[in-house]
């Protein structure tokens, strides 16, 4: 069953949480990630966790990945980081990219956040990032 999962091409949700009404960047992403080889689920804009969690749940995603430009990231996070664990899904890796400032990266990543890609990552580096953590996830 392992070999099986790990032949079987990543599955992505992009979600945009918050009020953040801005999602060009998340659907370039999204569009790079599929041209990557990458199944992508597009979760649409005013995602609550609760909505995102769901939606992960429903389509076995191996990757959550937020695009926040609101400022709200680390306490989107910290929800959806505890929500993954209260449902069992902390098999479910989280990525994060937007508007994040360097001092919150690493709150983030001590929250359980996988990787953070701050506004004007190349998407390449975003893309094997976001299969690194995936592989990771798969082998773990």
Known sequence: MADARQSAPVRVLVAKPGLDG???GAKVVAYALREGGMEVIYGGLHQ??????QTALQEAVDVIGLSIMSGAHLPICRRLMRGLADKGLSQIKVVV??????????RLLEL????????GTPLPEIVEGVRRVARAAQEA
């Not at 609550?48 to 969690?53: A, F, G, M, P």
């Open 22 to 24: 801005h999602d060009r």
């Open 97 to 106: 990219g937007g508007v994040i400032p360097q001092p919150d990266i690493p």
């Open 112 to 119: 359980g956040v996988a990787a953070v890609f701050p506004g």
């Open 48 to 53: 609550s966790t609760e909505q995102i969690l």
